[in-house]
């Protein structure tokens, strides 16, 4: 799996690549189908903080994104990489739910 850090307007220490890094190889617990793995951290001057937008690129989906901006980096970062785990919780969920007939089953 391939994970890119993208900085825009600021520069992206090695610091931040590893925590960016460490975060989104634990998406792919939630979801083992998951292919690449794109953070773009902005420094937002407007409002006074940070945005940071995680898109995960999976198997026979559209991309799951989200993004989240906060005083803090590394908030920011964590509050993205939640919202697209329990965006790829939920896929898992549907998936099962649709391999084992769900709700709308076959009928006769």
Do not use: C, W
């Amino acid at each position: 799996m391939r994970i890119d850090v993208i900085g825009k307007q600021m520069d992206v220490t090695e610091a931040i690549r590893q925590y960016a890094d460490q975060k989104a190889a634990k998406l792919v617990k939630h979801y083992d189908g998951v292919q690449q793995i794109t953070l773009r951290l902005e420094a937002d001057p407007r409002k006074k903080g940070f945005r940071a937008e995680v898109i995960a690129d999976v198997e026979h989906h559209d991309d799951f994104v989200a993004e989240t901006h906060h005083e803090d980096l590394y908030a920011a970062i964590d509050e993205a990489t939640d919202k697209v785990a329990r965006q790829l919780t939920g896929f898992k969920e549907k998936l099962k739910q649709n391999k084992r007939g769900g709700p709308s089953g076959s009928g006769a």
